[in-house]
């Protein structure tokens, strides 16, 4: 099936994409999230083990965790990333009760078989969702009301998220910034964050009852993986490399940005999985944003290229960064700053270790450098970002919720990005090199590892002609 780029010109000259070129492959007939999510990703007794740590720290009372809303435009379901973790249900307007004192879960939803095919959710799920998922109690939406109710009438403490639920591709903490400014404390708006309206619907009519914040002790539960969150975590870690390293091989000068960033997502949706964000794709003038999507350049001659991207497989999502030139070779000032980057992430890699705090890594860090000569104060070292390595963490959510425990030491089973990046303005140049890792007991783990990441192995692998190549040698692209 010949597969075409469509570029139509519109106002200001700005050119509209097919980016689906290269994704829609005779072949490539993929079922959207939903289904792919209709059966749930870990063991019930994962999930209970989970509700069981929140019961332990809410024996006074019970937390009502909301699930997500239907989507409109044909859009795939996704749910909020709290109620998959205590549930693994992907059912729109779904909500759990965790109840601490009766340390029992009570799932609420109301869906009809049809309904569920529709979306390709389970039949086992809404015939039997009791045995389905492992949860007590389940109940049809129109009795939480009453639930509450009950909960409210013998005294116990109300807990509930404060902050924004996440979606596809969002951070709780990032949302409830820009929701603020947009929206709360917009004069021409004020409405109240659906959470935050929540637990103001529960003070009014329960002005008996003391509302709690849950977040904080969710996140903290979310910020430490289980081997069975880390075992996906290296499926979608691998996808990641493989989907890196097809993208790299398809680089030619005279390739568009967007056809690098098709490359990607659609070796990530050939998987089976979606992307975890936008692919971020700089280059030329672009290296000054970091998060630069726009995907509108030609690749020419003596570009190098800045490459920001994940997949996202069963919920949980890597972050991976790569540099490299767009004609495949390094130049002397490309090979500079690539190798002193991916020299300073290869110290951080050596030293991660449970008990250390991520400062007394990169104090670490320094001193080996210094005692190995390189000079720190030279142009490349001495940019700010070159020298902290440790970024965010990961998981649910590609910058992952922290809890008020995650800010210590590093401890076994948190996952996190180890990120060097820095950008030289004047030079149209940049450069990142970016893998997910996860604390182990003796060190850590690379989750994203298979990316080729030396010069000769990116040289060598370019050499190689990528999926557009083999496209067009066929006179199908």
Not at 4 to 30: C, D, S
Not at 93 to 117: C, I, K, P, Q, Y
Request: aromatic share 8%; with cysteine.
């Amino acid at each position: 099936m010949p597969l075409l780029f469509n570029r139509v010109h519109g106002k200001g000259g700005h050119m509209r994409r097919n980016r689906a070129a290269i994704i829609v492959i005779a072949f490539l007939i993929l079922a959207s999230r939903s289904a792919l999510g209709a059966d749930l990703t870990f063991m019930k007794s994962e999930y209970a083990a989970r509700r069981a740590k929140l019961m332990d720290q809410i024996p006074d009372g019970a937390a009502v965790i909301l699930g997500a809303q239907p989507v409109t435009g044909f859009n795939p379901f996704v749910q909020n990333n709290d109620l998959m973790y205590f549930s693994g249900v992907e059912i729109p307007n779904a909500v759990l009760v965790v109840d601490g004192r009766n340390r029992t879960g009570t799932l609420f939803f109301t869906m009809s078989e049809s309904a569920a095919r529709n979306e390709g959710i389970s039949q086992e799920l809404v015939k039997n969702p009791r045995e389905a998922t492992g949860i007590e109690n389940v109940l049809p939406i129109e009795q939480l009301s009453s639930h509450l109710s009950r909960l409210a009438s013998r005294g116990s403490v109300l807990y509930t998220s404060f902050k924004p639920e996440e979606l596809a591709r969002e951070c709780s903490n990032e949302k409830f910034g820009t929701l603020f400014q947009s929206m709360m404390t917009n004069v021409w708006d004020g409405r109240l964050t659906r959470e935050l309206q929540f637990v103001q619907n529960l003070k009014t009519r329960f002005p008996q009852v003391e509302v709690k914040d849950c977040s904080p002790m969710i996140w903290d539960l979310r910020s430490l993986k289980s081997p069975a969150e880390i075992e996906v975590l290296r499926r979608a870690g691998a996808l990641g490399a493989q989907a890196a390293t097809e993208l790299m091989k398809a680089c030619r000068v005279g390739v568009f940005e967007y056809e690098l960033s098709a490359i990607f997502e659609y070796f990530c949706r050939k998987a089976g999985a979606d992307i975890a964000y936008n692919v971020i794709i700089s280059s030329a003038e672009n290296h000054p944003y970091l998060h630069y999507y726009k995907h509108d350049r030609k690749l020419a001659d003596g570009d190098f290229l800045v490459v920001d991207a994940g997949p996202d497989v069963d919920y949980y999502d890597v972050d991976i960064s790569l540099s490299f030139p767009a004609n495949g070779r390094f130049s002397p000032r490309q090979r500079e700053i690539y190798q002193a980057a991916l020299t300073v992430q290869k110290e951080f890699l050596a030293r991660y270790r449970p008990g250390l705090t991520a400062a007394e890594v990169q104090a670490q860090v320094r001193e080996s450098l210094l005692r190995k000569g390189f000079d720190l104060d030279r142009d490349i070292f001495k940019i700010r970002t070159m020298q902290n390595g440790t970024s965010h963490d990961v998981g649910l959510a590609v910058h992952d919720v922290v809890g008020p425990s995650g800010r210590g030491p590093f401890r076994v089973g948190q996952v996190f990005a180890c990120d060097i990046y820095a950008v030289f303005p004047g030079e149209d140049l940049g450069v990142r090199i970016e893998d997910t890792v996860v604390i182990t007991e003796t060190g850590c783990e690379v989750l994203t590892k298979g990316i080729p990441r030396e010069i000769p192995e990116i040289e060598t692998l370019m050499k190689q002609p990528g999926l557009i190549q083999i496209l067009k040698e066929k006179s199908l692209y």
